[in-house]
């Protein structure tokens, strides 16, 4: 399959770029910052997202969506992270609503068009502790009456504090299993925590919180294919946006190298800078193909796709990691104050990288899979 974007793929990234750009450009990041804005993020934003078809990208069209795909839901996680704009859109559209097109009954799939019209907000809690270690959950559901009991606590809860509901991973006797609760259940105790980036995730502990058996996401002891599948598209999504923030990064270098003048001459003529730049070119270039790679794979059901998108999560986090360090050795001093925006890029690519998994994780799980 060719690693290029389709023409309607170009549209959609066009209209991506465009529409963030001008609603939410950095400096929309910068005033929720500035104001302690209670939510840090904007729910205008988040309907005008739905009303452009963004919100979503992947949700059945008879569900409110626009039954795209993993590319498509990729494309508008570049152009994210290319504005580094606060937006419900990785836990709401692309990990909740895979989890919902998979999993959830048909009562359960009213949440679908309240996401796509960027009315609603979900947030899948799965992780606990300090890194991502989907298959260590903690979390026990009990059954109880004519349902079950979480207890437990979560760490890292995409835009928790903001969330309507939740999608809670717990271990129940054989196996795991999805609940979707509602975020106001007795119980249930959300602490936001404003990440260094300034985006947002929550803290969420679960206390005796009960539940009716219709809470069930799928069958009981099965909820893994589902978690999985939308991990690994959520992992897929995050590698864009790792592309987006590392590319933005460099466009912004490089631009600084033509007008920043050192010696009578601008900086950019010097022959050493000008090899880091064209050797961080050709590594962005590679990783935007490991990626687009993934997403391929994704839409394409391909046996180990898993494994792709462990690839293209592992290599756009260290060229976005090499990405940010560059641009700010290369801007000198200046490059870490708040004035210049590439310490901003930085402190997204450092959480991004943790999310869902950093290169060590993706390592591993591939030298697993190749029976290390």
Not at 51 to 69: K, Q, R, T, W
Not at 256 to 285: C, M, N, P, S, V
Request: charged share 20%; aromatic share 6%; glycine share 12%.
């Amino acid at each position: 399959m060719p690693l290029i974007l389709t023409e309607e793929q170009t549209m959609l990234k066009d209209a991506a770029d465009g529409f963030l750009a001008e609603h939410a450009p950095i400096s929309h990041l910068r005033h929720l910052r500035d104001s302690k804005d209670a939510d840090g993020v904007s729910r205008d934003l988040w309907r005008a997202f739905g009303e452009m078809g963004f919100a979503g990208v992947i949700i059945p069209e008879e569900h409110g969506g626009s039954g795209l795909g993993a590319v498509e839901a990729g494309v508008v996680a570049e152009a994210l992270g290319r504005t580094l704009t606060p937006s419900p859109f990785f836990g709401s559209s692309v990990l909740a609503a895979r989890v919902l097109s998979d999993a959830a009954s048909a009562d359960q799939q009213a949440w679908l068009p309240r996401i796509a019209a960027g009315e609603a907000i979900l947030s899948l809690a799965v992780d606990e502790g300090p890194k991502h270690q989907p298959a260590r959950i903690t979390t026990t559901a009990e059954r109880s009456g004519n349902g079950f009991k979480l207890n437990g606590a979560k760490g890292f809860v995409l835009d928790g504090h903001i969330a309507d509901a939740l999608i809670v991973a717990a271990k129940t006797g054989a196996g795991t299993t999805l609940f979707l609760i509602d975020a106001r259940t007795s119980g249930v105790e959300i602490e936001r925590t404003v990440m260094v980036d300034a985006h947002n995730a929550a803290r969420v502990t679960l206390t005796d919180v009960q539940v009716d058996a219709d809470a069930v996401l799928g069958a009981v002891d099965g909820g893994e294919a589902a978690l999985e599948s939308a991990l690994n598209l959520g992992r897929a999504c995050v590698a864009a946006g790792l592309i987006g923030a590392g590319d933005q990064a460099f466009l912004s270098t490089v631009e600084y190298l033509r007008t920043r003048k050192q010696f009578g001459k601008a900086i950019g003529e010097f022959q050493a800078l000008q090899h880091r730049a064209a050797h961080l070119f050709t590594e962005l270039e590679i990783a935007k193909a490991a990626v687009l790679a993934a997403l391929q794979r994704i839409d394409a059901g391909t046996e180990k796709a898993d494994l792709a998108v462990s690839v293209a999560k592992a290599k756009a986090g260290r060229v976005a990691e090499l990405a940010v360090q560059e641009a700010v050795q290369m801007h000198g001093g200046v490059g870490m104050t708040d004035e210049y925006d590439v310490g901003l890029f930085m402190k997204r690519v450092r959480v991004l990288n943790e999310l869902l998994g950093d290169a060590g994780f993706h390592a591993e799980r591939i030298a697993r899979a190749g029976g290390y």
